[in-house]
């Protein structure tokens, strides 16, 4: 239950998350958003190096954390700028897909097993996001594809996470990789600087705040919960994103956005189950 809780805590800040940047990149650029979205996130981590002072950020693998970095600056660039100029119950859907590149990626570079059942999980995905896109019907605009190309991102910043996790804590990767992102955002908003107000501020800080404390809330879910159980609370986050841009954006999203989005989703949930089940036959060392 604890699991569960987690997660919904997780949903819900980054539905939050993505509707404060929608409403803010009316005033500002998104990759202005981003660089203070990092510049926050390093803030609320400041009373743990108060605390605890440099022992969090002990490492013998620095590149690694750079290197993960990188992705993770260019998921959070291209979903901004996504989330921007997209419904938010489409971006939200359509960010799902981080998992199945990252399914693909770990059979690529970590050798993991790749089944029937894996393969027909990624190909359902596959159908979700067409589902979702329709190619071919109507026009693929720049939001969608920047956020299948964040979700591409992301998926290789998680694959270099689970590399991390063997030695380094979530405090300690989470740490860097806010520390790597703000000087990267910051030069490449400067091209796009806007001067903000004391109102726009307040919403950096919250966007920078909800996305803390979102991604402590998901580390937490998955060390209390199994991933089978509190995965599929996950997919509250379209219906928190559905009811926000109803509310402030007046968006209504179509079914192709519902349906798409649970085919998705479901592809992700069964990769996990057969993860977990491959988990759980390994024999027990000796």
Not at 40 to 69: A, C, E, K, N, Q
Request: aromatic share 14%; glycine share 6%; charged share 10%.
């Amino acid at each position: 239950m604890r699991g569960i809780a987690y997660m919904s805590v997780f949903a819900f800040c980054m539905a939050s998350m993505i509707t404060a940047v929608r409403y803010i990149s009316q005033d500002l650029h998104p990759f202005e958003i981003a660089f203070f979205r990092a510049f926050f996130g390093f803030v609320f981590f400041l009373p743990i190096l108060v605390r605890y002072g440099i022992d969090p950020l002990r490492t013998s693998r620095l590149p690694l954390h750079f290197l993960r970095s990188l992705f993770h600056v260019t998921s959070v660039l291209l979903f901004f700028f996504g989330v921007s100029v997209t419904p938010l119950a489409k971006a939200m859907s359509i960010s799902f897909s981080a998992p199945l590149f990252a399914s693909i990626l770990a059979f690529v570079f970590l050798s993991e097993r790749l089944n029937i059942a894996r393969i027909a999980s990624l190909l359902s995905g596959l159908i979700g996001m067409l589902v979702i896109l329709r190619p071919g019907l109507i026009e693929v605009n720049m939001g969608s594809l920047a956020i299948i190309v964040a979700a591409a991102s992301w998926g290789t910043a998680m694959i270099i996470v689970k590399i991390l996790s063997t030695t380094e804590s979530t405090v300690t990767t989470t740490m860097y990789s806010t520390i790597f992102m703000m000087p990267v955002t910051l030069i490449i908003a400067l091209g796009f600087w806007t001067l903000p107000s004391v109102e726009h501020l307040a919403w950096l800080a919250l966007i920078g705040a909800l996305a803390s404390v979102g991604h402590i809330a998901l580390a937490r879910a998955m060390r209390e919960g199994d991933v089978t159980v509190v995965l599929p609370v996950d997919f509250t986050k379209i219906i928190w994103a559905s009811m926000f841009g109803y509310i402030f954006f007046a968006e209504i999203p179509d079914w192709e956005t519902w349906v798409g989005g649970a085919i998705i989703f479901t592809a992700v949930a069964l990769i996990a189950y057969q993860e977990r089940n491959d988990k759980t036959r390994l024999p027990l060392s000796s």
